[in-house]
C-alpha cells in the first residue's frame, strides 16, 4: 500500500500568481485534510473535504480553495498569491474523519 | 492566538537518559490530544495520543501524561535512542478524532549518543 504522495514537491511562484497544489491519499481514504506550515511554526489546519464536499475550514481566506476526487486525489488552489502564502504545504488523508491522520511529505511553496 | 504552546525550540539529551518534552494549551474545549513525530522532507507521523479522560498513555517507549487542571501535558520517551531525533509537534483537538487539529509550534530533539 503506497503512503501520501505529493506533488510537486518545490515551486516557486511570484505574488499575485495563482498555484495548484495536489494529493494522492491512501486507497480507501475518504478524507483528506491540508495544513500550512510556515517557517518556525507548526502545521495550521486549512481545511477538510469528505466525500468530496467541505467538512471544516480553518482561519483561512476564501483564496484558498480545494477539490476532492473520487480517486482518492485532491487538490488545494490558491489564488492571488502574497508573500505570506510561502510555506510548506501538506495534506493528511484519513480513512474516516475521526480517523488517524497520514501526512504526505510536503509541498513547499514559494512566493516571490 | 497561540493555542497551543510548546516553549522549549530544542532539547539535547543524552542516549539512554529520559527525554521530556512540554506542551501547554489554552482552550479548555480541547478534548484529545495528540504528538506527533517529524524527520526532515517527511510529513509528520502520528506518535502516540490520549483522551482528556486519561491522565496518562503508554505505548513502549513512549508516555504521555495530561494534567487537565494546569492545561498541560508531557511526553516521556525512555530510554532516548539517536533515532528519537527530530522535531515533535503537541496537537490537540475538540474531539476524540482529528479534526481541525491544532499544533504547537514544534521541539526539536537530538538525542546525543
Known amino acids: 500500500e503506497t503512503g501520501v504522495t505529493q506533488s510537486p514537491t518545490h515551486l516557486i511562484k511570484t505574488r499575485g500568481q495563482q498555484v495548484t497544489l495536489r494529493c494522492s491519499s491512501q486507497?480507501?481514504?475518504?478524507?483528506v485534510s491540508w495544513y500550512q506550515q510556515a517557517l518556525g511554526q507548526g502545521p495550521q489546519f486549512i481545511f477538510q473535504y469528505y466525500r468530496e464536499e467541505e467538512n471544516g475550514r480553518g482561519n483561512f481566506p476564501p483564496r484558498f480553495s480545494g477539490l476532492q476526487f473520487p480517486n482518492y486525489s485532491s487538490e488545494l488552489n490558491v489564488n492571488a498569491l502574497e508573500l505570506d502564502d510561502s510555506a510548506l504545504y501538506l495534506c493528511a488523508s484519513s480513512l474516516e474523519v475521526l480517523s488517524e491522520q497520514f501526512f504526505g511529505p510536503g509541498t513547499r511553496l514559494t512566493v516571490l | 492566538d497561540q493555542q497551543v504552546k510548546q516553549n522549549s525550540p530544542s532539547l539535547s539529551v543524552q542516549e539512554g537518559r529520559i527525554s521530556i518534552l512540554n506542551c501547554d494549551y489554552t482552550n479548555s474545549m480541547f478534548d484529545y490530544f495528540l504528538w506527533y513525530k517529524k524527520y526532515p522532507a517527511e510529513g509528520p507521523t502520528f506518535l502516540i495520543s490520549?483522551?482528556?479522560?486519561?491522565d496518562k498513555n503508554e505505548d513502549g517507549r513512549f508516555t504521555v501524561f495530561l494534567n487537565k487542571s494546569a492545561k498541560h501535558l508531557s511526553l516521556h520517551i525512555v530510554p532516548s535512542q539517536p533515532g528519537d531525533s527530530a522535531v515533535y509537534f503537541c496537537?490537540?483537538?475538540?474531539?476524540?478524532?482529528?479534526?481541525?487539529?491544532?499544533f504547537g509550534t514544534g521541539t526539536k530533539l537530538q538525542v546525543i549518543p
Open positions: 496537537a490537540a483537538s475538540g474531539r476524540r478524532g482529528y479534526q481541525k487539529v491544532t
Open positions: 486507497s480507501g481514504h475518504n478524507t
Open positions: 490520549i483522551s482528556s479522560i486519561k
